[in-house]
């Protein structure tokens, strides 16, 4: 019997196609229905379907507790979220080129009080006080307001000259401080213009908080000529103007002041310098004649105390007066060619005159020379006279000192032969002493070896034999008589027979 084939629930197969169509629909409803993904540049912000209404001129949802647009967004990345529960959007992310910054303006929070612009707290409206850099930032555009200025930038020899547009004043409730004597000049904490300003550099201030003047302290140059020549009035009814230069510079300490209270540099030029050349001019030009400013040294006076009284005017709002030139001074045509001409004669006859006066300088000068040199001659005679007798009496002198030395070298050579001549006869006489002495001597001797020797033949003979007696060898004598040489002789008992002997 055959075996009979087990029957396929259809209903199996349904629910497996179901499976699988869940394992597929699944990931694919989570990747493209769920997938928020902002690329580089964007942000997305998102928008909740579900949850508590938003209080009423609320726009913004600032947690995710209430439906609508929410505060917060997501940067670059891929995120997953429910689009029954959530919409979103994708937008540029805010760039802040370089060279400016940003300004947020809040659009969401508390209201402001009435006449306040700026935000109180992050919980406020308005604009908020701190400003955005250069870059990307993420920021909600349903949000946020963001508002581009450009970067103030104060180049070298300027500075800039700061306003508070925010802060206390008399509508407010705050009376102004009367004890401050310097205008608009405030404190930081009151709306008005600063005592501090910004030095060179790149400054980021938001204009909505603070307003910036750029003010430049560099040297400046006024010119008073053409149609704004100074012109007025002579002592003598001659209208006569002036064409000059003033340099001047203004302090950076003194800039807030003049800009709020004088203006810019051109307020400064037309209501400072100008108005004080001008009333100088008509005061101190009025009580001059018109040939004063012709001829003369008038018009260097002029300048001189020009510059002194624009020093002093223009100091008390600390304008810097650098230097005054009067440059050219126009009178009246009718007088200028007389005047001109007069002057010229005068100055011909001053040249005449100095002519002359150089003439005679000359002739003077010459006839100092010829002194000068009579003089010298003079002097070079009485020099040489001076001289000669000087020489004179210095030969003289010396032929004395010579003379002198000569003497005392004779007396001293004179004294140096008397002292050799007695010691010479000193010494002679002690020889002589000595000698006689000796020779007396020898005399007592003498006789005393005479008187020893029976007489002085005997002495004689005694002395002769002394001489004779080492030197003889024989004798040849006739000894009959016993006597040789008359001296006696008696020969030994063994004596030889006499015989002759010879002497050798």
Partial sequence: MATAKPQINPLWGIAVFAVIALVVAIPSFIWFGCRIEPGNGEIAVLIKKTGKTLPQNEIVATSAEYKGIQLEVLGEGRYFRNPYVWDWQIKPVTEIPAGKFGVLVRKFGKNLPEGEILALDNNSKGIVREVLGTGRHRINPYAYEVKLCDDIVIMPGNVGVVANLCGKDIFSGTANDLNNQQGFIVSSDRKGVQKAVLKEGTHRINPYIQSVAIVNIQSQRYEFSGKDAIGFITLDGFYITLEGTVEFNISADSAPLLTQEVGNMEDIMKKLILPSVSGFARIEGSKKSATEFIVGESRQLFQNQLEEFLRKNCLNWGVSINSVLIRDINPPQEIASIIRNREIAQQEAKKFTRQIEQAKSATELERQKMLALQSRKKVE????????????????????????????????????????????????????????????????????????????????????????????????????????????????????????????
């Fill in 381 to 504: 005679a009485e020099t040489n006279k001076i001289t000669s007798e000087i020489a004179a009496n210095q030969a003289k002198l010396e032929k004395i000192i010579a003379a002198k030395t000569e003497l005392e070298a004779a007396a001293l050579q004179l004294q140096t032969a008397q002292a050799e001549a007695k010691a010479t006869l000193a010494l002679a006489e002690s020889e002589r002493a000595v000698i006689a002495a000796g020779n007396k001597a020898d005399v007592e001797i003498l006789k005393r070896n005479i008187a020893s020797y029976g007489g002085g033949a005997s002495y004689l003979r005694g002395k002769l034999y002394e001489k004779l007696a080492p030197n003889l060898q024989s004798i040849m004598s006739n000894s009959a008589d016993g006597n040789v040489f008359g001296l006696p002789f008696q020969p030994g008992k063994n004596a030889a027979p006499a015989r002759k002997e010879s002497v050798k």
